[in-house]
């Protein structure tokens, strides 16, 4: 209470502050829901008000109606991105792990449980055991938790991964769970979840999470009740009911859940209110509002809560509406957002709360589904989708589509099918989560399930660790390669050879699905091995060799490893054929050799094996082709493995291993695929041949055109046989950029170069030929050195065998059905069965089932129950069907894997059949399409036949469009009315038709065109946004144009007229035109009789009928009729990305053209200007005008077409010329240019640099002719009303200037006139050059060099001629006030005023020595004002020849005495310093002849000069050699009224005829003592050393005093970089280095670092790099690298910085300073990792003796920059290696103290002062440890440690007794 009084002195009683404080929070916890939460924010402003009002209320609970909590806009699913820590949430157990527990929880997400989050006493207890090493009594998460186990859990904290993945962690700590609970809030009945802290004689007590309380279960009970287990243990989680509450909650009593009370459910009057609201809680809800997306409702009177789609029980979906009373279970319960999310699945009902955590059709995680329908679409949710099975499944919005892709969910929803893969199944909410990213589906590895051993795979490098190196091979399955694996030897340093995100090939060595172990080699042997492998012992038989690495040598041999644990034993003396002794020095573990099977027991798993076989080249016998397999031999064989590339099969009767490609299976490529799907293990297969064999296997195909070749001869057995000219059938082997390589039977292989592989010219040799396609090859060159051959694959020049296309046709057809009797065999179904039995062109009596005119039809059958009928709407068209409805189909297609049948009920193919007599000739229309196969129907004969796709083996496709499709008319040939192989089908020849009879018509001989104006009747087939193709009754296609669908009164701006006609609608049409079959161009009329066989059609009603007199218009003739400035409407027909230019149409063939310019209003819509305008929309446009060549208009969009002055428009930027200025491209053809100083208000250094080409830009624009525009970009022009005044105004006319003004300006040109600077788009001004700078130049060449064109200058109006409109400008620093234009650092001669002034100087010499004082006195004043006059104009005398005549002047006055010229010095020097206030600003070098010539010269201020004072003036130098003059008198020197005095007077003397006015000796006496008194007040100026100079004269002053001072050189750089003078400001660098002391090396060394800054600041990277270099030379290296490290650090320049840092702890490693300050700078950026690799590098670098030292740092670092968790644990480790280190005590407690809490800092006093170090250190400790407790402490802990102290004390005592 001391403390209290004496923090709050004034507060009153310790009593009041207290209630208050209670009170204070009490109210915050009851008015919860009034708390300024986003959620809040997001009420409906009407309702807004009275909310408020209502919820000021205190007794809000029990109103009617009132939520105490504001409901969702919309119901979505929970997100992992709105999950926070502290939300309370169900969960349900899916997975239990020795120190994890995986929680499933609600919306498919998942976290995760640690064995340290489950409650204090059972952390307490782990920890307890681990100290004592005894584990029996401990109970592991397995004996508390179990899959399905449904608990409340709240999260704890959201781990952000390394790839940016999060992971939630869980607890379920009482203590959390039920933070929001109090002791006062508990009431009976409520069911709370907690753990068992002890357990008791009689019960348990369980820790429900509230201080103070303590909650005790009854043994009986809870042994009765809970899982039937006989006690419960320390840490077992349960749900219980308070049964009584007493001693206002000190005590209270629990009952474990029985069936009944699961499911009571939860009252208002138990106390739960929004803060203490708990999830798996049952409440009564009544629905409030029912959405699309979910249910919201409200509940315990008070309360809104949310139900998204996936919570609503699926079956009662429908009975849900708004007031039915519902029973829910509470979800998760935001506390932050005040969101309750609930559910209505029943399964969350059920006493026991067990849930199936795997479903009822068991694990189907990774399996791929086709055939998928989505059932609805849930804005911000996801998706429900039904699989095939009808099980419900559901995709998260997130996998809706690629993650790096916006999709259209309504275009997903559309799509009829969908193929999807099992991602999870969701416990909590029992349905599986499917992906639709076909990036995931795609994947070859999802689960470890799909891995097998020996497979090789392809992954990327994520760690490299200790023990191997892990490899991601996607985004969920990772492998570790161990150490002895990463390579074929022992790599000691692997980090060199692996590097993070490297993609590297590894074999599977072996792979543990449950557990997810996979482990991976990367040893070179064993990844491209090509022997068999050993995946189990059955594997092993005797006399096979594979590649296996030794796993372990013994003195009695090597154990030899191969895949999943298979390892056998090579004895000693099947090590070499050499003795081996010792094996150790001969072998070494992880060398990988080959090994020979010697036996192999499979029932033991034992096996022994040789190296010395297999090294001694004793083949395999099983592969050895001894028996009688020569090449050309047609052989048998039975399929032992299914390989993923081929099959392996047993060549019979001898069983001789090989392996059969799967492209070696058939001619067709689709067939392949068929075949090998089809084939089993056991399955025989006959009619392989034998094409090579060599020492180690047999290489056999199936292809029957190369078994024909084979058995025919027609062969080259080796390289010699080939000749040119020869024909060879091969396959293609290989695809490469430049051509494929064919490989040819007895191995030969040949090149076809990419210009001989097709006819036609062939951009990517990937799109011709597939891998293994069988192909017929014409050797064209050979190289017989080299043993090589180039081939051709043109059809046009190799020549196909007789009948190939038929024989092949054939072949392939009896593969099909070789494969369609395999599965009707295997699959034992009548089905499949009954499927086999159909045949092509066979007639089925079906039922239709739906029927859509847009998607065609779908039909039933009772004798194929379970097949999919389908017609696509091609063979469905010009036939109603009504569901139910019964029809008769032909068959076109049965495809038995996925029990399909294509059908069609085309009229024509339902007449009887026609007989077909060999040789006739028929048209042919294709009706189906199946992958190499097509169906086709001959004529009106309703006959159908199969031909191939390819009528050539070398035939190939450059695009889609290319290939056969349905509808396509081919010219066929009958080879054979009907053959047997064909299934008594007709055998045909084929070719394609010409292009003009492209049409799907059926009979094109009977085509005979459409007259112009004829009506015709036809069904809408396609609806485009620009056109309509319509089906015409005699089958042909016609077009309408969009123009050609509305009248034209009746088109809407922005509307779509090709909408408004639906697909698959009757039409009535009118001709007016036709298009060219080939290029689709519309044809302008020469007849009215001609006829088209693309009609172009119109189908406006008024045109439609026959009074209507149909005009015949030619393309040309119909942009005749629009004039400029005409308003017409249009429709958008395409957007040219490239040339940025929108293609429009008004009719058929009537194109225009919108130009960029002419489309968009705002530079902002360039990007994507096309966004405003659709395809097919009617737009208004103007003409703007018309093009003969090509026929098109230009038209606008923006509503106007010429331009007018005074307005604004958009323009683009074409080119930037210096000295014109932007040339800009504007709308409608015209162009502008914008002058530099039009480009803004206030001008800048770099005018231009903000434009580059093509850049959009407003303009204003000014006034122009001829479509050329003066332009201004000037914001006071294009936004007057907005823009604030300019900082350089607009010179309109020369008349808005005048003289002395001062105006910013760009330099225009140099020339030897003078300076020209433009002053605005039409005045430019000059500046003479001797009014430009205040040096003698002798060239203009010299300022040309220094101003630029487009430099920007102030200048002062000299002087404006307006009748010849000239101005006369001055860029003197003395008009300006800014730095002269030359810099300083060229040294040139400075320009002396006058040249009157050697006249004067003349005159001198001749005077009489003997003049008195007194008339030298007088005539000094007269004499100087007629100097003035002369100054004006100044000639450019040189320097130097006024200062040798000023030399032979002042010998002759060296005869007055010296105190005389004591006093003249005193003087002269206040005179000067008046003279040199303006020009001494920027003198330097020239200073010393400067000062010597102006000691007579009179410094009257011209009338706009500034007065000079003190501070201003630099201070003169002390040296007789400046020239000071020996004659001047004290009367010369004029006190400050004075000089402004003579100013007015100063024109009274222009004529220079007036006498000099003689003064009085008082006069005389009066302005001597001001004088001295001014010269006083200079020199106590001059003493003041606080005073800094202000020009370049005072510090040259300075630093003859004080060379060697590197602050005054700093100073005077730091003055001229204040000015921008950044050349000078080296210069003075350069001075400085050169004139300061060798000697004085940390002087030199700040020169250095300010120079190294001046770079890095002003310079380039070259010119920093080079003084770095030069300083390094100069100085000593370290330092000079750590100023550059910390400069780069400062400038944010950290990639420069870090790059340093890695140069210095390699250059300097010994230095510890280095280390130190690399670890700071990596903690600054925030890298603490790699900050601790840092220090482990810095430990090793290092003497040992510093390593306590440098650890000691780190750790003050990591408190001060990174983690002060992890700098204590640092401190920790090195104060328990070293103790008695007091000096690191004393640190750690001042860092403890500043940034620990007081629990932490009282626990390290303590353990400091019971060191065993001396008895003054240990009192100086407890002397800091009383200081801070009197601090921070109550008088308790004062006590306390006075306690200790004395404690201490006696302990000491005693020893020195004992």
Request: charged fraction near 25%; glycine fraction near 6%.
């Amino acid at each position: 209470m001391a403390s209290v009084e004496e923090d709050f002195p004034r507060g009153g009683t310790a009593k009041k502050p207290t209630e208050s404080k209670i009170v204070v929070q009490r109210t915050e916890v009851d008015n919860l829901f009034q708390s300024n939460e986003p959620a809040e924010t997001k009420k409906r402003k009407g309702a807004g008000k009275d909310a408020d009002k209502k919820l000021k209320k205190p007794k809000t609970d029990k109103e009617d109606g009132l939520t105490l909590n504001a409901a969702a806009k919309c119901v979505e699913i929970l997100h992992l991105k709105n999950l926070k820590e502290g939300i309370l949430i169900l969960g349900c157990v899916k997975e239990v792990t020795d120190f994890e527990v995986t929680v499933s929880l609600p919306c498919g997400l998942q976290g995760y449980l640690r064995i340290m989050n489950i409650c204090d006493s059972y952390t307490k207890l782990l920890s307890e055991q681990l100290d004592s090493a005894d584990t029996e009594e401990i109970c592991s998460l397995e004996h508390f938790f179990f899959p399905g186990m449904v608990i409340r859990c709240v999260i704890a904290k959201l781990d952000t991964a390394k790839g940016g993945s999060v992971s939630i962690q869980l607890s379920i700590n009482p203590k959390l769970v039920n933070k929001a609970l109090t002791s006062s809030s508990l009431k009976a009945g409520m069911v709370l979840s907690g753990c068992v802290e002890s357990v008791e004689d009689h019960g348990y007590i369980v820790d429900i999470g509230l201080s103070g309380t303590k909650a005790f279960l009854p043994k009986k009970v809870g042994e009765d009740q809970h899982n039937n287990q006989k006690e419960l243990k320390v840490g077992q989680y349960l749900t219980a009911q308070l049964e009584d509450v007493k001693n206002d909650a000190r005590l209270v009593r629990l009952s474990v859940i029985p069936p009944t009370v699961v499911q009571a459910c939860a009252k208002s009057d138990q106390g739960w209110n929004l803060t203490n609201l708990q999830p798996g809680l049952l409440v009564k809800a009544t629905i409030k509002k029912v959405t699309k997306h979910g249910l919201l409702l409200d509940f315990l009177s008070s309360f809104s809560g949310q139900v998204d789609v996936l919570h609503m029980e699926p079956e009662q979906t429908s009975n849900y509406t708004e007031g039915t009373e519902v029973r829910a279970c509470v979800l998760y319960v935001d506390p932050s957002t005040r969101l309750v999310g609930l559910s209505l699945r029943s399964y969350l009902f059920q006493p026991g709360m067990r849930l199936d955590h795997i479903p009822a059709g068991g694990d189907r995680i990774g399996e791929v589904v086709k055939d998928c329908k989505m059932i609805s679409m849930h804005h911000m949710s996801g998706a429900m989708v039904e699989l095939p099975d009808t099980t419900m499944a559901f995709v998260h919005r997130n996998h809706l589509n690629e993650s790096n892709t916006r999709g259209n969910e309504n275009r997903v929803l559309a799509k009829p099918e969908h193929t999807i893969r099992i991602l999870d199944f969701s416990a909590m909410d029992q349905i599986h989560f499917v992906s639709l990213r076909k990036s995931i589906i795609e994947k070859r590895f999802y689960r470890y399930h799909d891995l097998q051993a020996g497979q090789v795979v392809e992954g990327t490098v994520s760690a490299l660790l200790s023990h191997g190196m892990i490899v991601h091979l996607s985004d969920h399955i990772k492998g570790l390669v161990p150490q002895t694996h990463l390579s074929d030897i022992i790599l000691k340093n692997p980090e060199k050879k692996y590097v993070e995100g490297m993609k590297i090939k590894c074999r599977v060595m072996s792979v543990d699905a449950e557990k997810k172990k996979l482990y991976l080699s990367r040893k070179k042997a064993l990844v491209e091995s090509s022997l068999p492998l050993f995946l189990s012992f059955s594997d092993a038989r005797p006399g096979r060799v594979s590649h296996g690495y030794i796993v372990s040598i013994k003195s009695y041999g090597c154990l030899v490893r191969f895949y999943n644990n298979v390892k056998g034993l090579v004895p000693l003396h099947q090590l070499s054929s050499e003795p081996v002794i010792n094996p150790e020095e001969v072998f070494y573990v992880g060398q990988v050799l080959k090994a020979k099977v010697l036996h192999c027991d499979p029932d033991k798993s034992k096996m022994v094996l040789s190296f010395k076989a297999a090294m001694e080249g004793e083949t395999d016998e099983a592969a050895l082709p001894e028996l009688d397999c020569e090449v050309g031999k047609r052989l048998e064989a039975k399929v032992l493995k299914k390989l993923e590339t081929g099959l392996e099969v047993a060549i019979l009767p001898d069983e001789t291993r090989a392996v059969l490609p799967t492209m070696h299976l058939s001619d067709h490529m689709s067939n392949c695929t068929l075949l090998w799907k089809s084939m089993q293990e056991g399955d025989n297969i006959s009619n392989i041949i034998c094409y090579g064999k060599n020492k180690h296997h047999v290489s056999i195909t199936k292809k029957p055109t190369v078994r024909w070749s084979l058995e025919e001869g027609v062969v080259a057995k080796d390289f010699s046989e080939v000749t040119v000219g020869m024909q060879l059938i091969g396959w293609i082997k290989n695809i490469m950029s430049y051509g494929v390589f064919v490989e040819f039977p007895y191995g030969l292989v040949g090149l076809a170069p990419k210009s001989a592989m097709t006819d036609r010219f062939l951009i990517d040799t990937t799109t011709a030929f597939q891998l293994g396609q069988t192909v017929i090859a014409k050797v064209t060159n050979l190289d017989v050195e080299k043993q090589r051959f180039l081939v051709t694959l043109k059809i046009s020049e190799v020549i196909s065998p007789q009948s190939d296309a038929q024989t092949r046709l054939i072949n392939g057809l009896q593969e099909r059905k070789v494969v369609t009797e395999m599965l009707a065999m295997r699959e034992d179904s009548d089905l499949r069965q009954q499927l086999a039995a159909l045949t092509v062109g066979q007639k089925l009596k079906l039922t239709v089932d739906t029927a859509m005119d847009d998607c065609g039809a779908t039909f039933k059958s009772d004798d194929l129950a379970g097949a999919t009928i389908m017609a696509t709407r091609h063979h469905v068209m010009g036939v109603n069907l009504t569901s139910g409805q019964k029809a008769t189909a032909v068959i076109l297609n049965v495809d038995l894997q996925s029990t399909c049948v294509h059908v069609s009920i085309l009229p024509k193919l339902m007449i009887k059949k026609k007989s077909l007599a060999e040789g006739s000739k028929y048209t042919a229309i294709v009706q189906h399409i199946n992958e190499d196969f097509a169906i086709l129907s001959l004529g009106d004969t309703a006959q159908l036949t199969v031909i191939q796709t390819c009528n050539h083996l070398n035939e190939t496709f450059r695009s889609e469009s290319e290939k056969l499709k349905a509808g396509m008319i081919l010219a066929v040939e009958v080879i054979e009315p009907s053959c047997q192989q064909l299934q008594e089908l007709p055998l045909v020849s084929w070719k394609r038709c010409a292009p003009q009879q492209h049409t799907p018509s059926e009979n094109q001989t009977s085509v005979k065109g459409h007259l112009f104006g004829e009506i015709v009747n036809g069904i809408v087939r396609t609806v485009k946004p620009a056109s309509i193709q319509v089906t015409l009754e005699d089958g042909s296609t016609g077009s309408v144009h969009v123009s050609e669908v509305l009248e034209p009164a009746q088109v809407c701006i922005g509307s779509f007229p090709t909408s408004t006609v639906p697909v698959g609608s009757k039409v009535t049409a009118r001709v007016i035109g036709g298009r060219d079959a080939s290029s689709h161009r519309f044809l302008p009329f020469s007849h009215p009789r001609f006829t088209y066989t693309i009609p172009e059609l119109t189908l406006i009603p008024s045109k439609l009928d026959q009074s209507y007199d149909l005009k015949a218009v030619a393309g040309k003739d119909g942009l005749n009729n629009y004039t400029a400035g005409e308003e017409i409407t249009c429709f958008v027909s395409k957007f040219n990305p490239k040339k940025k230019i929108l293609e429009v149409t008004t009719g058929p063939c009537v194109n225009g053209i919108v130009d960029l310019l002419a489309m968009i209003t705002d530079p902002k819509d360039a990007r994507h200007p096309e966004k405003p305008y659709k395809l097919g929309q009617a737009v208004n446009a103007k003409v703007l005008e018309i093009k003969s060549k090509p026929h098109h208009f230009m038209l606008s969009l923006t509503g106007v077409h010429k331009l007018e002055k005074g307005s604004v428009a958009l323009g683009m930027v074409t080119d930037i010329h210096p000295r014109i200025g932007l040339l800009v491209k504007l709308p409608f053809g015209n162009v502008g240019t914008v002058a530099v100083t039009d480009l803004t208000d206030a001008y800048k250094p770099n005018p231009f640099s903000p434009y580059s080409k093509d850049q959009l830009l407003r303009c204003f624009l000014l006034g122009g002719e001829n479509r050329k525009w003066q332009l201004s970009l000037r914001p006071s022009r294009l936004n007057p009303e907005q823009t604030k005044p300019s900082k350089d105004p607009e010179v309109l006319s020369i008349d808005n200037l005048q003289e002395g003004q001062l105006i910013r300006g760009y330099i225009q040109s140099v020339a030897e006139q003078g300076v020209f600077i433009k002053l605005s788009r039409s005045i430019t001004g000059r500046a003479q050059f001797q009014l430009s700078t205040k040096y003698f130049v002798n060239s203009h060449k010299v300022l040309a060099e220094h101003l630029t064109p487009n430099t920007l200058l102030t200048t002062k109006i000299h002087s404006i001629d307006r009748k010849k409109k000239l101005v006369n400008l001055s860029l003197l620093p003395g008009d300006t006030g800014k730095a002269d234009v030359l810099p300083e650092s060229l040294g040139l001669p400075l320009c002396l005023m006058g040249v009157a002034k050697k006249k004067y100087d003349l005159k001198k010499k001749k005077r009489a020595v003997s003049e008195s004082e007194q008339e030298q006195a007088e005539s000094q004043v007269p004499n100087k004002k007629k100097k003035t006059k002369t100054d004006d104009n100044d000639s450019g005398v040189e320097v130097n020849f006024r200062e040798d005549k000023k030399k032979k002047y002042d010998l002759k006055k060296t005869k007055r005495t010296a105190p005389e010229s004591e006093q003249k010095l005193a003087e002269s020097q206040v005179a000067n310093k008046k003279k040199k206030a303006k020009t001494d600003d920027k003198d330097s070098r020239v200073g010393v002849y400067f000062r010597e010539e102006e000691d007579n010269k009179d410094e009257k201020p011209k009338s706009d000069s500034v007065k000079v004072t003190p501070s201003s003036t630099g201070p003169s130098r002390l040296q007789v050699a400046a020239g000071f003059s020996w004659d001047v008198h004290l009367s010369s020197l004029k006190p400050a009224s004075a000089a402004q005095e003579g100013d007015s007077s100063d024109g009274e003397d222009q004529d220079g005829s007036s006498k000099p006015v003689k003064k009085s000796r008082h006069e005389l006496q009066q302005e001597k003592k001001e004088a001295e008194k001014a010269l006083v007040k200079r020199e106590t100026e001059l003493m003041d050393p606080s005073l800094r100079p202000q020009d370049a004269a005072a510090f040259e002053r300075l630093l003859l005093a004080s060379p060697n001072s590197s602050l005054l050189w700093l100073q005077y750089m730091a003055n001229h970089l204040q000015a921008t003078q950044i050349e000078q400001a080296r210069a003075v660098a350069e001075r400085a280095l050169k004139t300061i002391s060798f000697r004085e090396e940390q002087e030199k060394l700040n020169v250095w670092v300010a120079l190294l800054n001046l770079e890095n600041m002003y310079g380039t990277e070259e010119s920093l790099k080079k003084v770095f270099e030069r300083a390094l030379q100069f100085c000593e290296p370290m330092p000079v690298y750590q100023q550059l490290a910390d400069i780069y650090a400062k400038s944010d320049k950290t990639k420069e910085a870090d790059g340093l840092y890695k140069t210095m702890v390699k250059r300097f490693r010994q230095n510890k300073a280095v280390w130190l300050s690399y670890g700071t700078f990596l903690l600054q950026q925030g890298q603490s990792d790699n900050a601790s690799v840092l220090l482990q590098r810095a430990l090793t670098s290092l003497p040992s003796k510093e390593s306590v030292d440098v650890i000691a740092k780190f750790a003050q670092l990591e408190f001060r920059y990174g983690d002060s968790e992890k700098g204590r644990t640092m401190f920790d480790k090195v104060l328990t290696s070293y103790p008695k280190r007091t000096d690191l005590w004393s640190v750690f407690i001042d860092l403890m103290v500043k940034r620990g809490s007081q629990k932490e800092v009282r626990e390290l006093f303590d353990r400091v002062i019971h060191l065993s170090v001396s008895v003054k250190k240990i009192k100086f400790f407890f002397k800091r440890y009383l200081e801070y407790e009197k601090k921070h402490g109550t008088p308790q802990s004062i006590q306390a440690v006075k306690e200790k102290a004395m404690e201490f004390v006696e302990a000491k005592g005693t020893e020195a007794a004992n």
